[in-house]
């Protein structure tokens, strides 16, 4: 009996010990009066944004990113990165490249989940032998949840990517470039435009709660050109996720049929970015789930067909910075987590980027995370209020998990916990952020 109480003794202690080094408290201090904030306003009286004018050059280009074989699928932590069985539609990255006499600019969107941060770095090193900085190029996905995976190198990536490959990454990197470089081969002048719409029907706030609003509004960009020819950006904060995780098919979800139906209607060429899709989901309506793909972007067609166009001013402001971050932890219950060092093993270690690209009157903002639309329709009105349309992107190259309403932190919800990583009221630092770059470039 003593050897077992002993034994017992020993298993106790050795499960304390682990708890204190792996589990720590939550830390509430509110946002204003954390270190990070600190830096963070010492860095923006530093920050200078230089701005270039000019007429304008336009072009644009697409690569095919479908893998030769079948492998894991990205999205859905239940599929486990398990393989597709088909490819019901290709998926791509899109480029369009924007021009003055001083400086070219690339809006770069591809066909999965994230832009993940190691392609994002190794995409760098291949853009810096183009004498390309990766300051001037504006990366986002369009969030689909059945695109291509294995590229995730952590275990937490293994686990929505499917095994790591490192061809995989390579691969996409070099696509990436490609795609960048072949859009500013066909440039010619034109004029880029702000446009916008209203669309309640095709978009809900997927929480579940009572008092959940919605971002419904479409916003993108016109680019016309002199020879006729036309592109059109797009964003929306409906997430990808028409097709569930029982669907093995590789596919854009609606933003592909999307952009297949603009081109049909004569567009030459679209690109889409996921908008603010944090809190927001799509409208399923149909008999299974490609027939719901259809409907939802027959759905968001109708109101782009209609989209108002904005004399937007050409003056081009570029830039791409790294923000100081509270340290992360993966939520174990309400006032509980697990240390940073266990973070950081399971999820990687990331340094945090905000890009900012401002066009006239517009400025684009991408974001490293899934962004709320809950956040965008506060942030929305104070550009407005400032002069500015406001474009907030989602997935810029590097990726800090959720940012959402902090009303909504200590909810038991998959966006607010699972996926909260970075602490307490961190949509009100994210938000204070937005609000202090307009302020910067108005």
């Not at 034109?190 to 916003?219: A, F, H, K, Q």
Request: aromatic share 10%.
């Amino acid at each position: 009996m003593k050897k077992f109480i002993k034994v017992l003794l020993i298993i106790i202690g050795v499960i304390l010990v682990l708890g204190i080094c792996l589990v720590g408290r939550i830390d509430r201090t509110p946002f204003e009066q954390t270190e990070h904030y600190a830096k963070w306003q010492k860095q923006l009286a530093d920050l200078k944004f230089e701005s270039t004018e000019g007429p304008l050059e336009i072009g644009w280009a697409k690569e095919n990113i479908t893998p030769q074989m079948p492998g894991p699928m990205a999205g859905y932590g239940s599929r486990r990165g398990k393989p597709y069985g088909i490819v019901h539609d290709s998926v791509f990255v899109r480029a369009v490249a924007v021009k003055n006499p001083q400086k070219t600019i690339y809006f770069v969107a591809a066909d999965l989940l994230i832009v993940p941060p190691n392609v994002t770095d190794k995409l760098a090193v291949l853009l810096k032998k183009e004498s390309i900085a990766l300051s001037d190029v504006h990366l986002s996905a369009t969030h689909s949840h059945n695109s291509l995976g294995a590229w995730g190198n952590s275990l937490t990536g293994s686990l929505f990517a499917g095994k790591y490959d490192p061809k995989v990454e390579i691969v996409l990197a070099e696509k990436f470039a490609k795609t960048i470089l072949e859009s500013r081969e066909n440039l010619v002048e034109g004029e880029v435009l702000y446009s916008e719409i209203i669309d309640s029907e095709d978009i809900r706030n997927r929480l579940n709660i009572t008092d959940g609003w919605t971002d419904n509004e479409i916003r993108g960009l016109v680019f016309k050109r002199k020879d006729g020819k036309r592109a059109q950006l797009l964003t929306y904060g409906a997430h990808s996720t028409v097709l569930n995780s029982a669907t093995y098919a590789l596919s854009r979800d609606f933003p592909g049929a999307l952009l297949d139906s603009l081109n049909k209607s004569g567009l030459d060429f679209g690109i889409y970015m996921a908008g603010a899709v944090g809190s927001m989901g799509p409208i399923e309506k149909g008999k299974d789930d490609f027939d719901e793909v259809n409907n939802q972007a027959a759905g968001v067609f109708n109101h782009v067909k209609d989209m108002s166009e904005t004399d937007n001013g050409q003056k081009i402001t570029t830039a791409y910075f790294e923000i100081p971050m509270n340290k992360p932890s993966a939520r174990i219950s309400k006032n509980l987590g697990i240390r940073t060092w266990a973070f950081k093993y399971l999820f990687g270690d990331y340094p945090t980027y905000i890009k900012l690209t401002k066009i006239g009157k517009t400025l684009i903002i991408g974001m490293p995370c899934d962004f709320s639309g809950e956040l965008m329709t506060d942030l929305d009105a104070y550009a407005k209020a400032k002069g500015l349309d406001l474009i907030i992107t989602s997935f810029n190259g590097s990726y800090v998990g959720y940012i959402t309403s902090d009303r909504l932190y200590d909810r038991d919800l998959y966006e607010t916990t699972t996926m909260s990583w970075y602490g307490y009221q961190n949509g009100a630092y994210f938000s204070r952020i937005v609000k202090d770059l307009v302020d910067k470039v108005k």
